[in-house]
């Protein structure tokens, strides 16, 4: 297999840092720590956790057709005491697991089957399907595996009975087609308000969906609302695009060349990039029984590992494509973990810019405070690709270069982008 990759160079990182310091001194810095009213909110558990033996053995039963089913019933008590009674009951003569579950649990319920009326256009079809795909869940049951969203948000339907993260950017396009911008404003606030609560946007709006993320679409999210609402958007939503940036570049400052942590990567010339991962190396939950049977096919792999490498696809929203996996014909030898997507760090270099320019319409650019012997010294040697020093001024920075390496061919790219000021910066030439 030859995975995408497409190096970053750090200098981008740190061109951004520099052009987005006086964001650092007005928002305190760009950590996924910094000073939050919901940094305090309690990350709710999975139900795996939640119900522990219960939950393993529901699932390994396999009482529904749908691993899923369970994994979003809802608890008709405290999930401590169900457990609790299902330890003393199991081993009792003539227990019934279905019926316990029956007793305890509330599952979903089918949706209603849409029947659009004969003789539409697709357009009328597709507008027949909104108000029908529209979900409101401001409150939800407390021991419910699904997140409340201050806003109404449009789901995919059928089992899919929650908003999904990148998904959602191409729901939003529709909407906007449609004319209901009021609808797409409301996907990005709530976008946002994840951003806000949980540090990142989950896979989706589920507890057992907060340990990953999937592509980082948020900053296109906010670039399509500020179409219609111009750059109020941008500044409106900058403290949640740099949260989102910090969560993707969790721990880049410590890492050494050929380390990585998380979702970053830092390569043996000093260039940094992103990769998909899941915090969490156990099962998922809504596919509880074919991750176990994946992992048992390949002995000669830890199973943790495989875990992880199943779950990091999921965030990448190719779930399962051989792109990821060692042999094609076999999911066991995926390796998610250790391949650098092309697509991911367009995404977020896309991001980054985004960044830039939402700092520009919110008038930051001009906070830059400490001076430019300084900042060099915090942001550390000149890469030996760049052209020149950032300065502070109209021109920043010349260009930024990086080396693109696929089946031992390599291939300059070298990226123009703009400064805060938006003059456009010259670009720049390297010979292999």
């Not at 981008?12 to 950590?31: E, M, N, V």
């Not at 899923?68 to 999930?79: C, E, L, Q, V, Y």
């Not at 000669?300 to 990091?312: F, W």
């Not at 703009?418 to 003059?423: L, Q």
Request: charged residues 25%; hydrophobic residues 35%.
């Amino acid at each position: 297999m030859i995975p995408p990759e497409i190096r970053r160079s750090v200098l981008l990182q740190k061109a951004i840092k520099l052009a987005l310091a006086g964001t650092l001194l007005t928002f305190a810095s760009f950590s996924a720590t910094a000073a939050d009213p919901s940094s305090d909110t309690e990350t709710p558990q999975p139900p795996d956790i939640l119900l522990g033996p219960l939950f393993n053995d529901v699932q390994n039963a396999k009482l529904f057709p749908d691993q899923k089913t369970f994994a979003d019933a809802i608890p008709n008590s405290d999930p401590l005491m169900i457990l609790a009674d299902y330890r003393m009951q199991r081993n009792q003569s003539g227990f019934d697991l279905r019926h316990f579950v029956d007793v305890n649990f509330t599952l979903p319920k089918a949706g209603e089957k849409y029947v659009p009326p004969a003789g539409q256009s697709l357009r009328e079809h597709i507008d027949g399907l909104w108000p029908v795909l529209t979900r409101s869940t401001k409150n939800v049951e407390k021991w419910d595996s699904l997140l409340p969203l201050p806003e109404s948000y449009v789901v995919p339907g059928g089992r899919f009975r929650e908003i999904y993260y990148w998904d959602s950017y191409f729901t939003m396009l529709g909407l906007a087609e449609s004319g209901h911008w009021d609808k797409v404003a409301d996907m990005v606030a709530n976008f946002g308000y994840e951003i806000d609560a949980w540090g990142h946007i989950p896979n989706g709006n589920r507890t057992y969906y907060l340990s990953r993320s999937q592509p980082p679409f948020f900053a296109f999210m906010v670039e399509l609302l500020a179409q219609h609402e111009g750059d109020d958007a941008l500044k409106e939503y900058l403290p949640q695009l740099q949260k989102e940036y910090a969560y993707w570049m969790e721990g880049v400052e410590t890492l050494q060349p050929g380390q990585q942590n998380q979702r970053v990567v830092k390569l043996e010339d000093g260039s940094v990039l992103n990769r998909y991962w899941d915090d969490r190396d156990t099962p998922r939950p809504e596919s509880w029984v074919e991750d176990i049977a994946t992992a048992k096919s390949n002995p000669n792999r830890p199973a943790t590992e495989i875990y992880r490498d199943l779950r990091s696809a999921a965030a990448s929203g190719w779930d399962f494509s051989s792109r990821w996996m060692d042999n094609p014909q076999q999911l066991s030898t995926i390796r998610t973990t250790t391949i650098v997507p092309v697509d991911l760090n367009a995404l977020l270099y896309q991001l980054e810019k985004t960044l830039a320019r939402a700092s520009a319409a919110a008038a930051l650019r001009r906070a830059i405070g400490p001076s430019a012997p300084a900042l060099r010294r915090a942001i550390g040697p000149k890469p030996r690709n760049m052209t020149r020093w950032p300065t502070r001024g109209k021109k920043p920075l010349k260009c930024i270069c990086g080396i693109t390496k696929r089946v031992g061919m390599p291939t300059t790219i070298c990226r123009t982008i703009k400064s805060v000021t938006n003059s456009p910066l010259p670009r720049c030439s390297r010979s292999m």
